[in-house]
Antibody, heavy 124, light 108 residues
Framework: QVTLRESGPALVKPTQTLTLTCTLS??????????VSWIRQSPGKALEWLARIDWDDETYYSTSLKTRLTISKDTSKNQVVLTVTNVDPVDTATYYCARNAPYRTTCAGWFDAWGQGTPVTVAS | SYELTQPPSVSVSPGQTARITCSAD??????TYWYQQKPGQAPVLVIYQDTDRPSGIPERFSGSSSGTTATLTISGVQAEDEAEYYC???????????FGGGTKLTVL
């Protein structure tokens, strides 16, 4: 069974760095075609894709946020980590990690499994 | 860049058919995916590659696409279908991902 579980601080102060962890189960990120993305949702707002990391360590970022994001993986723990630097109250959101559906030898553009999300508030 | 445009809300009575649209020039060349999100829950994929339904999704959910508009159709709407629905698309390498603004489906 494929599951993802996000964890991280519920509250961070402006200008700090936010670090979020996604723990994967049921699929190793080392397998060819496996990719994991981070997606966030501000209160009452739409979903926003942030970043993706692939089984081969390739990384991709949202154009608007790429200077503040870093995505990485720890294969020994089967975890994906997202850091967001210099946070601002506008970064207040529920952060989800999701698996890009495996498709042939790579990963697809849709998300077939999601974590339950972790809410983050940025406030002083 | 592009934006996926959805109507903010759609209302239907139980048993009727709900249609939710998603528009963008990019959809003429890219697939559309649809997610259902209920309050306090993570999104759930209901349609992928314009028309395909994941296992476990009821047959009343279907998708179509023509030109620059994709449509999610829910036939015989049930009370449990009341939710926010998001369309999503991506480029061929899935490295540029966009979500629509969401449509609130209300079952009257």
């Amino acid at each position: 069974q494929v599951t993802l579980r996000e964890s991280g601080p519920a509250l961070v102060k402006p200008t700090q760095t936010l670090t979020l962890t996604c723990t994967l189960s049921g699929f190793p990120l080392t397998t060819s075609g496996m990719c994991v993305s981070w997606i966030r949702q501000s209160p009452g707002k739409a979903l926003e894709w942030l970043a993706r990391i692939d089984w081969d360590d390739e990384t991709y970022y949202s154009t608007s946020l790429k200077t503040r994001l870093t995505i990485s993986k720890d294969t020994s723990k089967n975890q994906v980590v997202l850091t967001v630097t210099n946070v601002d109250p506008v970064d207040t959101a529920t952060y989800y990690c999701a698996r890009n559906a495996p498709y042939r030898t790579t990963c697809a553009g849709w998300f077939d499994a999601w974590g339950q999300g972790t809410p983050v508030t940025v406030a002083s | 860049s592009y934006e996926l445009t959805q109507p903010p809300s759609v209302s239907v009575s139980p048993g009727q058919t709900a249609r939710i649209t998603c528009s963008a020039d990019a959809l003429a060349k890219q697939y559309t995916y649809w997610y259902q999100q209920k309050p306090g829950q993570a999104p759930v994929l209901v349609i992928y590659q314009d028309t395909d339904r994941p296992s476990g999704i009821p047959e009343r959910f279907s998708g179509s696409s023509s030109g620059t508009t994709a449509t999610l159709t829910i036939s015989g709407v049930q009370a449990e279908d009341e939710a926010e629905y998001y369309c999503q698309s991506a480029d061929s390498s899935a490295t540029y991902v966009e979500f629509g603004g969401g449509t609130k489906l209300t079952v009257l």
